[in-house]
């Protein structure tokens, strides 16, 4: 007889653009227990392609109508075709047998909606009856999508007003999909066979795995291969995000056309560069700061558009968390620490998971990458 009900036991599952993370959470006692994990590497073409445009940046605005153009772009690009999607066939054997392998004990699975694949908005509503507030949502918002209302699935969460604020108005975020786009995925686990219980986006996941139950103003920052995410967390909400084409593929970029190097190479030259000593860092610094500033100056950016905004003016961020394969890079710490008199560090996703600290080592290495599939897992158990 097993000791867990599968109504326990929950799986994340993280699809990016460079392959599959799996992550399978216990509730014991009253906490996540990892009970096993698995990654699937491989180049996936799950990103909806963006038109090159210079700077070209997406946005969770602050209160108001104003417009993720670069969203509407993408999801007018109509690059999903839900269950009819060619890609389904594959990315759902892929997960099927990601799923063999980790030798998952539930097939009950909550997965992650890309950022840059999903509308976001902060709205101010006046106080309405709760029964009428998704109309009003939906209405206030309609002109804002890039698609027909009713080609879209729109979710809101109400913002709680700083403690000892009142106001008459409501803020609410709001967050909208395709329904194409949530088809595809629904197919993807239906293919592989699992119970896809839950959709959500990124930024709840990584809230919820880096930042838990920590109200202080702070920033996620994302680094993965192809792009890089800025999260501000505030009361322990997502409540903005901006994101640039700038990621761990234009280190290796850098690399090939700088020493003209294989990605074999590649692969061992950035473990030798994780190994060097700061005045060794400092020696070849300059080659990586097409790849670093880029993301110091989004940093700057976003701290500096949330603050700004009416009722955080006093506010006061406290850490930048770092997070994402390419974080790890030694001159993303460094660099950025130098920048902002704050604390700057690598989350560990692991760190309110229960796990065997003989894993420890290995954890450790493979948690940037993992830090969305363990807040996935964890929606259902915390």
């Not at 946005?59 to 999903?80: D, I, V």
């Not at 890039?146 to 609410?172: A, C, D, S, Y």
């Not at 009416?310 to 930048?320: A, F, M, Q, T």
Request: charged share 25%.
């Amino acid at each position: 007889m097993s000791l867990f009900s599968k109504s326990e036991s929950y799986i994340g599952v993280d699809i990016g653009a460079h392959g599959m993370k799996m992550v399978e959470l216990k509730k014991t006692k009253g906490r996540p227990q990892l009970w096993t994990y698995g990654m699937a590497d491989e180049i996936l073409d799950i990103h909806i392609k963006e038109k090159k445009k210079e700077k070209e940046k997406t946005e969770l605005h602050p209160p108001g109508l104003q417009e993720n153009k670069n969203n509407k772009n993408n999801l007018e690009s109509g690059m999903f075709t839900g269950e009819a999607d060619p890609r389904v066939e594959k990315y759902g054997g892929m997960l099927k047998d990601l799923w063999k392998k980790a030798k998952a004990s539930t097939n009950r699975a909550t997965a992650s909606l890309p950022v840059s694949q999903v509308f976001h908005a902060l709205i101010n509503l006046p106080e309405v009856d709760e029964k009428e507030l998704d109309h009003h949502v939906k209405a206030k918002v309609k002109k804002m999508l890039p698609r027909p209302i009713e080609q879209m699935q729109v979710v809101h969460q109400v913002i709680p007003p700083p403690e000892g604020v009142k106001t008459k108005n409501k803020t609410l975020l709001v967050t909208a999909a395709p329904k194409a786009l949530i088809n595809f995925y629904t197919s993807i686990f239906q293919k592989a066979g699992l119970q896809l219980v839950d959709l959500e986006t990124e930024a709840f996941a990584l809230e919820r795995s880096l930042v838990g139950k920590d109200k202080a103003t702070s920033m996620i920052v994302d680094i993965g291969a192809e792009r890089t995410n800025f999260f501000i967390i505030d009361r322990g909400l997502p409540i903005t995000h901006r994101s640039i084409q700038s990621g761990g593929d234009l280190i290796d970029e850098l690399l090939k056309e700088k020493l003209g190097l294989d990605e074999k190479q590649i692969s061992q030259v950035k473990v030798d560069i994780s190994k060097m000593s700061s005045a060794e860092l400092e020696d070849i610094k300059s080659v990586f700061e097409s790849v670093v500033q880029p993301i110091i100056k989004e940093i700057e950016y976003s701290f500096n558009l949330f603050l700004g905004q009416l009722g955080n003016e006093n506010k006061k961020p406290e850490k930048i968390i770092l997070t994402g394969g390419s974080c790890v890079f030694p001159f993303f710490v460094s660099e950025i620490s130098e920048n902002f008199p704050m604390k700057v560090y690598i989350g560990d996703p692991w760190a309110r998971v229960v796990y065997q600290q003989r894993l420890k080592q290995l954890l450790d290495t493979i948690g940037p990458r993992m830090s969305v599939a363990i807040g996935l897992a964890m929606r259902n158990i915390i």
